[in-house]
């Protein structure tokens, strides 16, 4: 068994047996390096997800302030209304009175005229 082919075929086997051997460390480095950068990726995407969640805490802080502005406005407005009301209820009790005013006034002058045409007539 200690042929000379024998032992090219076991020289040829060890060869095979380093390229296969090659082959598969360097896959296993190959996957390393895939390994690693998916792990990069991974943390920068994680990394990236979380200044959003922040930016979204503060965009709802801001909303809130916002309706809290909105709110306050809304009472403004009410305020304002009332106000409005009760000018409006001014304007209408002097309309009254300028109404009872005004009739007054046509009454006395109704009078002047009937006194002025009674000195013309007699």
Known sequence: MDTPATWAALGVLAAFSSAVIAILGWQSTRIARL???FERFEAKVDERFDRV??????VDERFVH???RFDRVDERFVHVDERFDRVDERFDRIDARLDGTNQRIDGVNARLDTHVEGRHAG
């Open 66 to 68: 916002v309706d809290e």
């Open 53 to 58: 969640d922040e930016r979204f805490v503060h």
């Open 35 to 37: 390994e690693h950068r």
